[in-house]
């Protein structure tokens, strides 16, 4: 069993920022890429990034400048920094981990629960 806990949404003004955490526990002999994905209402989910366990990044075009995601590979927690945030960047954000688990020695993915952000004009 593996465990996502995200933390860190809420409501913010236009132009503000926040910090989300994902904290993973469980089932876990390694970690590999984490990441965050949105979904806002009538939309699909989407990526908006994503970071490997040597802390290369990928990031949407709509984040790029804006958002940071970095990863403490000790506490098995990924971090996204959201600055200059926008009304668009309203969504309900979701922690992904891709790892293997101690046990079975398999290649999993898990989710999280999902955290609101709210950005308001």
């Known amino acids: 069993q593996v465990q996502l806990v995200e933390s860190g949404g809420g409501l913010v003004q236009a132009g503000g920022s926040l910090r989300l955490s994902c904290v993973a526990s469980g089932n876990i002999l390694s970690l590999n890429a984490m990441g965050w994905y949105r979904q806002a209402p009538g939309k699909q989910r989407e990526l908006v990034a994503t970071?490997?366990?040597?802390?290369?990044?990928n990031c949407a075009d709509s984040v790029k400048g804006r958002f940071t995601i970095s990863r403490d590979n000790a506490k098995n927690t990924v971090y996204l920094q959201m600055n200059s945030l926008k009304p668009e960047d309203t969504a309900v954000y979701y922690c992904n981990a891709k790892l293997v688990s101690f046990v079975e020695r398999r290649l999993y993915e898990y989710w999280g629960q999902g955290t609101q952000v709210t950005v308001s004009s």
């Open positions: 970071i490997t366990p040597g802390r290369l990044t």
